[in-house]
């Protein structure tokens, strides 16, 4: 909900959603839409793309229309909004009138910076929907579930993370099919797997755990069939990087004296993971880990074209990286 609108009439205000995450801004927008209409059922709903816009069509949607007395007025991608239009804008955001209710929203990025900077002088209530971090996600999967009434613990929600991947708007929509499904809506690993368990990510992340833990039968195994379903080789190796850079992260950060909020922060990934990364921290040393990201480097331009048979690239990467842990396997 926008800052400072919730005690006051929402007409003759106007406010700015700012940010590049999509699902956010449009939740921000539909709040916005709904206490308007709430207060002013009377009112005509308005959403207006700024591209193409002219003085005169942005005047007459502004304006009370010929059914309705209000105007609950959405002027989206405010970077797009013709220069000449900024003076006019600028004006009606000063002073929308009693029967206006005007929200603007900007996604991000430095187009359209003068006249959202003007706009922000006015000092309207604020939504800013930033983009979500990928260490962030597995907190966007636990406070999505309790804003639909479930339950689920970090560890869970990091299962999910894997599963679905990074589009939040996926992950909110796995949230809401998992705990319409839940009796008890609680978030568990079996119902993420029976649901999920055939998506690309979870076959990609599959693989990097297991190569990484040193695991190389389950590994290549889960490999093979990853490629035999059609899974994207450059999801792999992408899996396989994202794994060992953690851990190079951990090497870096661990001596720093941090605490264990910091610490995940630094490396870039969720609290609890940081008892996986000390584990493997006893298995690996920095310059394996270099030297495993090096192999995978070499995998991912093969894959894209250097190499003739990206499956023979990956099973090689994978048993390099299996090689290059300093202690065996604890299966």
Same mark, same amino acid.
């Given at each position: ?44 709903? $308005?959403?207006?793309?700024?591209? +193409?816009? =002219?003085?005169?069509? !942005? /005047?007459? %949607?502004?304006?009370?229309? &010929?059914?309705? *007395? ?88 990091? $299962?999910?993370?894997?599963?679905? +991947?990074? =589009?939040?708007?996926? !992950? /909110?929509? %796995?949230?809401?099919?998992? &705990?319409?499904? *839940? ?149």
């Amino acid at each position: 909900m926008l800052r400072g609108v919730a005690a006051q009439s929402i007409f003759g205000t106007f406010g700015l959603v700012t940010g590049p995450e999509s699902l956010l801004a449009e939740r921000a927008v539909t709040d916005f839409v709904a206490a308007a209409t709430a207060e002013r059922p009377d009112a005509s709903v $308005v959403r207006l793309e700024s591209s +193409g816009l =002219d003085a005169g069509s !942005l /005047a007459e %949607a502004a304006g009370a229309s &010929l059914f309705a *007395s209000a105007t609950v007025l959405v002027l989206n991608d405010l970077a797009e909004l013709p220069n000449d239009l900024n003076p006019q804008l600028l004006q009606l955001a000063a002073d929308p009138g009693e029967d206006l209710a005007l929200l603007v929203v900007h996604g991000g990025g430095v187009k359209g910076k003068a006249i959202l900077d003007g706009l922000k002088k006015l000092k309207p209530p604020i939504v800013d929907c930033p983009s979500i971090k990928p260490w962030e996600l597995p907190q966007f999967v636990v406070a999505e579930t309790r804003r639909n009434g479930g339950k689920a613990t970090p560890a869970v929600a990091e $299962v999910l993370v894997q599963a679905i +991947g990074t =589009d939040t708007r996926a !992950l /909110a929509g %796995a949230v809401r099919q998992l &705990l319409d499904d *839940s009796a008890d809506r609680q978030l568990t690993t079996a119902a993420i797997t029976r649901y999920f368990a055939g998506r690309a990510e979870v076959t990609s992340f599959a693989v990097a755990d297991d190569a990484v833990n040193g695991r190389a039968d389950q590994a290549l195994g889960k490999l093979r069939w990853a490629l035999v379903t059609g899974v994207a080789p450059v999801l792999i190796t992408s899996a396989l990087a994202n794994n060992l850079r953690g851990l190079g992260k951990y090497f870096d950060a661990r001596d720093a004296r941090l605490r264990d909020a910091d610490l995940a922060r630094a490396v870039g990934v969720p609290p609890w993971k940081l008892k996986d990364l000390a584990r493997l921290s006893r298995e690996w040393t920095p310059s394996a880990v270099a030297s495993a990201i090096q192999a995978v480097a070499v995998a991912d331009a093969q894959i894209k074209g250097a190499g003739s048979d990206p499956g023979f690239a990956l099973e090689q990467v994978v048993l390099a990286i299996v090689t290059k842990r300093r202690t065996p396997a604890r299966l």
